[in-house]
């Protein structure tokens, strides 16, 4: 155990360094849910009457929003994994005895980090909007949504090794991550939707985190949709790790 937490632990400082030297994807990645909160949440002032403060629009918007940067915090992975297999890192990999768990885990966790940071400063950022904070809620959210991220990360790393093409991943990710994010609430909540529209959002695993990130930022830790949310989102990523860990074996025989 202790060998494979240090050989993971190699492969996430690697991919953070990695990171590090293209600090543009780190505040393009930033970029997009702070345009969202200035650009798109003054436009839902008005949806009810009477007119929504901007502290409670946030309080409505930004959980959402966090769940959409948890989402494609982890949607790169497998455009990271196309490049080592052109670069002919995976190929080099093949001839070490570390452990493809590891492996996996490393980018996964890198993954996490680069959801985390931009994550608490469009939390400070809102806050200073208006946006209500509470500690407990807003630590077990981000917990939440780490697992997210590891569960998007590990299922589009092992695209990356599926596939082994960038246009394969993207005709994948492009074309699910569309009906994901409108069916989740994450820009307007389902419940203004048909009633046809809030049946189909319960298959989608976002939605969960969603109704539990907005539970969460309320403050409501002892909350049926809180529990369900862990639950859900907890036992996918656990699927999807072991189903991505089998890929990387098969993968990097």
Known sequence: MMQVVRETNIFFVRKLIESARQIVWVISGLMTPLLYILLFSPLLKNITHPAMTTAQVLDMFVPGILVLLAFSSGMGAGWSMVFDLKSGIIERLRVTPASRFAMLMGGVLKDVVAFLIPAIIVLVISSLFGYEMHVVGILLQLILLSVLTMMVSAWS?????????????????????????????????????????????????????????????????????????????????????????????????
Do not use: C
Not at 159 to 172: E, H, P
Not at 210 to 219: F, R
């Open 157 to 253: 790393g092992s695209l990356g090794l599926i596939f082994q093409d960038v246009s394969g991943v993207a005709a994948v990710v492009t074309s699910l991550q569309l009906p994901l994010t409108l069916l989740s609430g994450i820009l307007l909540p389902i419940s203004f939707g048909p009633k046809w529209l809030q049946v189909l959002a319960h298959v989608n695993p976002l939605y969960y985190g969603v109704e539990a990130s907005k539970k969460l930022a309320e403050g409501s830790i002892m909350n049926q949709s809180v529990f369900v949310g862990f639950i859900v989102i907890v036992v996918i990523t656990i699927i999807t790790l072991i189903w991505s860990t089998r890929v990387y074996n098969k993968a990097i025989a």
